[in-house]
């Protein structure tokens, strides 16, 4: 049983461009969690998602940060116009129910914005 | 609002040594507390959890206890191995099953 998956395990951006982080859950998952970890700091909740709904966005930043998780295919945290602040790992978790109890963490993507 | 505090690192030992990482909470109500590894490179992985107070969480030679009196949930080992060299971060749930509060985490270099 895949594990929860994530790529680009590594991303590298310049100033200005968009970054696209894509989540695969655990099989059976339908609960999608992001969190963002900046250095010497633990993670910070950002978004939590079912299918095709956003059901908790209170921590992601208001602008230029955007998340789906479709019907189809994987859940997607999008950065738009990337500044160096947001140079960071950015992990996905996902669950079986609503339940943070049972949250699976996947490796990472970790962005670097030059 | 709901907050974890843990000691600062790095802590470096001795393989064989007694290992205690601090963990102190802040929390509205009974939430259930983590404590999750990082190897470097990795992904969290669930070390152990304690849903109520005198709970005890124990995996792989750690354990931790739920303490409401002193909010506290600090992790222990006995005896230190190598391959015990990691990030440790303590964490709670935020009671509605969506997000978990994580501490800034504690980084653990065993030495042989």
């Known amino acids: 049983n895949a594990g929860v998956m994530q790529n680009p395990r590594h991303l590298v951006r310049r100033r200005g461009q968009e970054a696209r982080l894509r989540c695969s859950p655990m099989?059976?998952?339908?609960?999608v969690y992001w969190y963002r970890q900046l250095p010497e700091e633990g993670l910070k909740f950002m978004v939590y998602?079912?299918?095709?709904?956003?059901?908790?966005e209170s921590g992601m930043p208001k602008e230029r940060f955007s998340a789906e998780f479709p019907k189809e295919g994987p859940s997607i945290l999008r950065i738009q116009q990337v500044v160096r602040g947001d140079s960071a790992a950015y992990f996905c978790?996902?669950?079986?129910?609503?339940?943070?109890?049972?949250?699976?963490f996947g490796p990472g993507t970790r962005l670097l914005v030059l | 609002g709901n907050s974890v505090t843990q000691m600062e690192g790095p802590v470096t030992l001795s393989e064989e040594a007694f290992l205690t990482i601090n963990c102190t909470y802040t929390?509205?109500?009974?939430?259930?507390l983590f404590w999750y590894v990082q190897y470097p490179g990795e992904g969290l992985q669930l070390l152990l959890k304690?849903?109520?107070?005198?709970d005890k969480g124990s995996n792989k030679g750690f354990e931790a206890t739920y303490r409401k009196e002193t909010t506290s949930f600090h992790l222990e080992k006995g005896s230190v191995q190598v391959s015990d060299s990691a990030v440790y971060f303590c964490?709670?749930?935020?009671?509605?099953?969506?997000?978990?509060?994580f501490g800034k985490g504690t980084t653990l270099s065993v030495s042989s």
């Open positions: 304690a849903t109520k107070a005198d």
């Open positions: 929390a509205t109500g009974y939430p259930s």
């Open positions: 998602l079912q299918k095709e709904n956003i059901i908790d």
């Open positions: 964490a709670l749930d935020d009671g509605a099953g969506t997000a978990l509060i």
């Open positions: 099989k059976g998952h339908s609960h």
């Open positions: 978790a996902s669950s079986p129910i609503r339940e943070s109890e049972t949250q699976y």
